[in-house]
C-alpha cells in the first residue's frame, strides 16, 4: 500500500523560504490526490493546500495564497510545498496526506478525514 514520507522542515527566519517533500511508495503517487496540512501546539490541524489526482487543480488556504505553492511529480513520485514569504505563524508540523481518486478546487479543499495515508510529519519554525 501507499506510504509517504517527508523531509525539508526545518529553523528559517521570517521573511525566508523553505520547500517541503513528500515522497511516496508502494503505489503509483499519479493516483492519489495530495494534500498538505499542517498543526500548531494547542491548535487544529488545519488544510494548508491540496493538488488533485488528475485535473491537477489546486486549493491554498486563505492565509497562505501567493506565497505557498504545491506541486507534484507522478514520475518520481513526489509532492512538493514550497513556502515563501514565512510567517512565524506559519510554524507548525507539516504533514502530507494522500486520498485515492477524490478532487480538490480552488474553492473546494477535502477534510482531513478523507485522507486515508499520512506522512510522520516534519517541524518547520520560523522565528528570528
Known amino acids: 500500500h501507499l506510504q509517504l514520507a517527508e523531509s525539508g522542515g526545518g529553523l528559517v527566519q521570517p521573511g525566508g523560504s523553505l520547500r517541503l517533500s513528500c515522497e511516496a511508495s508502494?503505489?503509483?503517487?499519479?493516483?492519489?490526490?495530495i494534500g498538505w496540512f499542517r498543526q500548531a501546539p494547542g491548535k487544529e490541524r488545519e488544510g494548508v493546500s491540496c493538488i488533485s489526482s488528475i485535473l491537477g487543480s489546486v486549493y491554498y488556504a486563505d492565509s497562505v495564497k501567493g506565497r505557498f505553492t504545491v506541486s507534484r511529480d507522478n514520475a518520481k513520485n513526489m509532492s512538493y510545498l514550497q513556502m515563501n514569504s514565512l510567517k512565524p505563524e506559519d510554524t507548525g508540523v507539516y504533514y502530507c496526506?494522500?486520498?485515492?481518486?477524490?478532487?480538490?478546487?480552488?474553492?473546494?479543499?477535502?477534510?482531513?478525514?478523507?485522507?486515508?495515508?499520512w506522512g510522520q510529519g516534519t517541524q518547520v519554525t520560523v522565528s528570528s
Open positions: 496526506a494522500a486520498v485515492p481518486k477524490s478532487g480538490c478546487t480552488a474553492d473546494n479543499p477535502l477534510p482531513s478525514g478523507d485522507f486515508g495515508f
Open positions: 508502494g503505489f503509483p503517487l499519479d493516483y492519489y490526490t
